[in-house]
């Protein structure tokens, strides 16, 4: 029902991908005690989708709009495409 509302009523009619980044097993203590690094980490994840829609989408100006959810080891990053490509026309 959740991801029913977020769709209908959140949502805006744009294509969008999902990620998620898990931290493995050896290193979850070391968030367990310092939760700042889960900050640390979704901040880390931001970066590389940016650099990455800029070298897919050639242009040093593109932003991709991020949302993104902690869990207790795992960061979910839903990202909005609405970024021009470089054909003028909207990417999917």
């Given at each position: 029902m ?7 009523e959140?949502?805006c ?6 990620y ?8 979850r203590?070391?968030f367990?005690?310092d939760r700042k690094l889960?900050?640390k980490l ?5 970066q590389?989708?940016?650099e990455?829609y800029?070298k897919t989408?050639n ?13 207790k ?5 839903l ?14």
């Open positions: 959740f991801g029913e509302w977020i769709t209908e959140i949502l009619a744009l294509p969008h991908r999902q998620v980044f898990t931290v493995p097993k050896m290193l203590p070391h367990r005690f889960l900050g979704s901040q880390c994840a931001y590389s989708l940016k990455f800029r989408l242009t040093n100006e593109a932003v991709p709009g991020v949302d993104d959810f902690c869990s080891f795992s960061v979910t990053m990202v909005l495409r609405s970024l021009p490509s470089s054909n003028g026309q909207e990417s999917s």
